[in-house]
């Protein structure tokens, strides 16, 4: 089955500690983006990839890292620096960079920092 | 800084009314407008549109898109109670970047 996946569904996370999201597509996606939901509102960009090995803040990186080693995975980390991790995060890819077409999305993590 | 405004942020219908959610962007290097519908976890995509004035259509669901006026509207007509969802517009740039707005909570009451 083609897709997008993203894991663990639900992560519980002490304040100062580091944790990476997992999101993996077998799309053969070129670009893959991380965003945030928090109650409320839309999607927020963090960070997004067009090629493997290279990717570009959105418009809420702080405390926030990225790598793209491999074009089907884009795993995201939420480091202590983030103020206000607790959100839902979710993985999106679409089928060419630069293209401003559908994004197809993954299912989302819930992250819970306390 | 790009900006996506949807309205009204939330909606309460009765099933079989029609109902119109409106989205205005300012987004630099526009080059389209994308509507998802949000259930529980995942949004899903509706319709793409990049040309002024051109109805797209999906059931009971349409969609058009005004350049001049930065302006979009989806129209659900005979509303059903599987049509309740957070509704996203998005604003998408040249690059590949997109804006959501907030998002519209439509109810559908049977």
């Known amino acids: 089955d083609g897709g997008i996946t993203q894991s663990p569904k639900y992560l519980f996370r002490k304040e100062g500690q580091n944790v990476t999201l997992s999101c993996e597509q077998n799309?053969?996606?070129?670009?893959m983006y991380w965003y945030r939901q928090d109650p409320g509102q839309g999607l927020r960009l963090i960070y997004y990839s067009q090629i493997v090995n290279d990717f570009q803040k959105g418009d809420i990186a702080e405390g926030y890292s990225v790598s793209r080693e491999k074009k089907e995975s884009f795993p995201l980390t939420v480091t202590s620096a983030q103020k206000n991790p607790t959100a839902f995060y979710l993985c999106?890819?679409?089928?060419?960079?630069?293209?401003?077409?559908?994004?197809?999305f993954g299912p989302g993590t819930r992250l819970t920092v306390t | 800084e790009d900006k996506v405004v949807q309205s009204p942020l939330s909606l309460v219908v009765h099933e079989g009314d029609t109902v119109t959610l409106n989205c205005s962007y300012e987004?630099?290097?526009?080059?389209?407008l994308l509507w998802y519908k949000q259930e529980k976890k995942a949004p899903t995509f509706l319709f793409m549109l990049t040309s002024s004035g051109i109805e797209k259509k999906s059931g009971r669901l349409s969609s058009i898109l005004d350049k001049k006026e930065l302006f979009s509207i989806l129209n659900i007509t005979a509303t059903q109670t599987g049509d309740s969802a957070v509704y996203l517009c998005?604003?998408?740039?040249?690059?590949?970047?997109?804006?959501f707005g907030q998002g519209t909570i439509l109810t559908v009451h049977p």
């Open positions: 999106a890819s679409s089928p060419l960079a630069g293209n401003s077409g559908e994004q197809y």
């Open positions: 987004v630099t290097n526009f080059r389209s």
């Open positions: 799309l053969n996606h070129d670009a």
């Open positions: 998005a604003g998408g740039t040249s690059y590949g970047k997109l804006t």
